[in-house]
C-alpha cells in the first residue's frame, strides 16, 4: 500500500526566510502525482503545487517550489520569502495515476511564520 | 478558482438526531469525495464516488451514508449522532484526473 510520510509535525521561520518542508512516500508504481495542499486555520484547503512523476523538471509556482527526487521517492516543499499568509497546515498527498485514483495524505506539517 | 459548496458551516445537535451534510459542485466532476478531519490532523477517507449511483467506503469506517443520485450533488448522513462523530468533514471532487478541489468543510459538534 502506498504511504505518504511527513516526518516534521511543526516548523516555524521567520518572515522573509526560507522554509523547507519535507515528504517521503512509498510506492511501487512508475506514474504517478505528488502534491502540496495547505489549509488555514479554519479555512479551505487549496492546492498549492502538483508534480508528474515522469516530468523530470521541479515544479514552481511563484514562491513555492519543489525538490522532487524519484529515485529517492522525496518529495520537499520549499517556501521562499515566507509570507504571514504561508502560516498553515502543509500536506503532501500522492496519487497513483490511472489506478483507485485515491489521495493517499500525509499527517501534515504546522508552518508557524514568525514576524 | 473551484466551486464546490458544503452546509452547513457549522453544525451543533444533540445526540440520537438525524443530520445531512450536503455537498454540491458546478464543476461536473464525475469524482466526489469526503474526507474527515479532526483539526489540526490528517485526513481521512470515508466515502467517495466515481458516478451517478456509484459509492464505495473508504480507508476509514464510518457510520455515516451517502447518496449520489446527480452528479453535482454528494450529502452525507448520519442516521443518529454520537459524540463520537464530533469532527469536521470535508468533501472534494476532481475530473477525470486529479486534483482534488475541497469544499470549505463542516465542523460538526455533537452534544
Known amino acids: 500500500a502506498q504511504t505518504v510520510t511527513q516526518s516534521q509535525p511543526e516548523m516555524s521561520v521567520q518572515e522573509a526566510e526560507t522554509v523547507t518542508l519535507s515528504c517521503t512516500y512509498d510506492?511501487?508504481?512508475?506514474?504517478?502525482?505528488l502534491f502540496w495542499y495547505k489549509q488555514p486555520p479554519s479555512r479551505q484547503m487549496i492546492l498549492v503545487i502538483r508534480q508528474e512523476a515522469y516530468k523530470q523538471q521541479n515544479a514552481t509556482e511563484n514562491r513555492f517550489s519543489v525538490n522532487f527526487q524519484k529515485a529517492a521517492k522525496s518529495f520537499s516543499l520549499k517556501i521562499s520569502d515566507s509570507q504571514l499568509g504561508d502560516a498553515a497546515m502543509y500536506f503532501c498527498a500522492y496519487v497513483a495515476q490511472g489506478g483507485s485514483e485515491k489521495l493517499v495524505f500525509g499527517k501534515g506539517t504546522k508552518l508557524t511564520v514568525n514576524p | 478558482e473551484a466551486d464546490i459548496y458544503q452546509t452547513p458551516r457549522y453544525l451543533v445537535i444533540g445526540t440520537g438526531k438525524k443530520i445531512t451534510l450536503e455537498c454540491s459542485q458546478t464543476m461536473g466532476h464525475d469524482k466526489m469525495y469526503w474526507y474527515q478531519q479532526d483539526p489540526g490532523m490528517e485526513l481521512h477517507l470515508i466515502h467517495y464516488?466515481?458516478?451517478?449511483?456509484?459509492?464505495e467506503k473508504g480507508d476509514l469506517s464510518s457510520e455515516s451514508t451517502v447518496s449520489r443520485i446527480r452528479t453535482e450533488h454528494f450529502p452525507l448522513t448520519l442516521e443518529s449522532a454520537r459524540p463520537s462523530h464530533t469532527s469536521q468533514y470535508l468533501c472534494a471532487s476532481s475530473a477525470r484526473r486529479p486534483p482534488l478541489h475541497f469544499g470549505n468543510g463542516t465542523r460538526l459538534t455533537v452534544t
Open positions: 510506492t511501487s508504481e512508475s506514474d504517478y502525482y
Open positions: 464516488s466515481y458516478g451517478v449511483n456509484s459509492t
